[in-house]
């Protein structure tokens, strides 16, 4: 008979909380199944807005000839292109979630791009890094 597992350390699960909570905190979903994900060889997906100023709310866009049904993962970076939240979705559109909205405001200039992930939720094509600015 094996082993039993070891219990999880107190301080790891006080870090997984606090990571679940700031995820629910920006507005962020869990991530959609990708267990049918389309191939996405020879696929290619350009990143239509926000490109360059925008107010309250607005709506990341993008086209890509996988359409709706993929799976699709913003991220929004900072200026050093260091992430500040992802999100994933099905749909070829993402409103910004409220709770990006503070986390936003502290800055006025981000970048972001789309990606197409596979069902290990790797990148499997991703468009190049846009930039915005929040008035």
């Known amino acids: 008979m094996p082993a039993p597992c070891p219990p ?7 870090a997984l909380a606090v990571a679940v909570l700031s995820l629910t905190l920006c507005g962020c979903q869990p991530t959609a199944s990708r267990t049918d994900a389309p191939p996405t060889a020879n696929i290619t997906i350009e990143a239509m ?5 925008v107010t309250w709310p607005f709506v990341f866009e993008w086209k890509s000839a996988a359409g709706a049904g993929a799976v699709y993962r913003v991220t929004v970076c900072d200026l050093a292109e260091r992430p500040l ?6 749909l070829m559109k993402l409103e910004a979630p409220p709770g990006m909205q503070a986390l936003l405001a502290s800055t006025h200039r981000f970048l972001w791009r789309v990606a197409i992930v596979d069902g290990d939720g790797h990148p ?12």
Do not use: D, H, I, S
């Open 49 to 53: 807005g926000p490109k360059g100023a």
């Open 85 to 90: 939240v992802e999100q994933e979705t099905r």
């Open 8 to 14: 999880v350390p107190a301080t790891l699960t006080a």
């Open 124 to 135: 499997t094509v991703q468009t190049p890094l846009v930039e915005f600015a929040v008035k």
